[in-house]
């Protein structure tokens, strides 16, 4: 082994330690946003990490990013539920069903996150770029639905848009009230997706009935994973 091999070893075992130190921090970051509420302290998460804060400002340029992380943590946490459900096989009725119950799920486990990510923004809007990963992953499983139609697959972009706000706010009405279940509030959700994509079909001149078939198009190649 040469000598850079060994430097370039060294380097990539620094930088998955420094991955894994960082996604821990985040972690911890998430507990303690569970805990105690959207306005934790950063001193509060370093003490749940067992860190100090001047360790965790050196993954960290300052309390926005914290929360920029913890925003794509929760991101990839309603991907991880929303999307499998999105794309098993089964009649499109069901999948949106379960993708709803699968985004409820998240923000009932996690509802400080969530308030934070709403909430306290910061230098900017944190949640924006995670809506949009969303968004786009969910255009592009909208795209293969509406290709397999024989539509206009442009649709795919506003429609997804429009389904990730309708939820956005509608999950955050409900944890501020809870006057619903969660099974409930998942229902009333899933009708109403589901009535307005089929309307809209209907109204393009597709078949609806078609959405309900079973079949599980392929994703369009636009698809992005958040």
């Known amino acids: 082994m040469t000598a850079r091999d060994q430097v370039d070893r060294r380097t990539t075992r620094w930088d998955e330690h420094r991955e894994q130190r960082r996604a821990g ?24 990490a067992q860190a100090s804060k001047p360790v965790l400002y050196r993954y960290f340029a300052d309390k926005n990013e914290v929360h920029a992380a913890v925003a794509a943590w929760g991101s990839a946490k309603v991907a991880e539920r929303v999307l499998p459900a999105l ?25 400080s996150v969530f308030r934070l990510l709403i909430h306290h923004r910061a230098d900017g809007d944190i949640l924006a770029a995670e809506k949009s990963s969303i968004a786009a992953a969910l255009a592009g499983l909208m795209a293969g639905q509406l290709r397999h139609l024989g539509l206009d697959t ?5 429609w997804s848009h429009a389904i990730v706000g309708l939820c956005l706010t509608t999950g955050e009405w409900w944890l501020d009230t809870r006057t619903m ?11 109403l997706i589901w009535h307005a994509l089929a309307g809209i079909v209907q109204e393009k001149g597709g078949d609806a009935s078609l959405l309900d078939s079973g079949a599980s198009p392929s994703p369009s190649s636009d698809a992005v994973k958040p």
């Open 181 to 191: 279940t969660r099974a409930e509030i998942g229902g009333h959700l899933s009708l």
């Open 154 to 158: 442009a649709l795919a972009e506003p």
């Open 25 to 48: 921090l985040i972690e911890a970051a998430v507990r303690t946003i569970d805990r105690l509420g959207p306005d934790a302290s950063v001193a509060e998460m370093a003490r749940e």
């Open 87 to 111: 794309i098993t096989r089964g009649p499109m009725r069901e999948r949106i069903g379960a993708a709803v119950d699968g985004y409820l799920s998240v923000i009932e486990e996690h509802p």
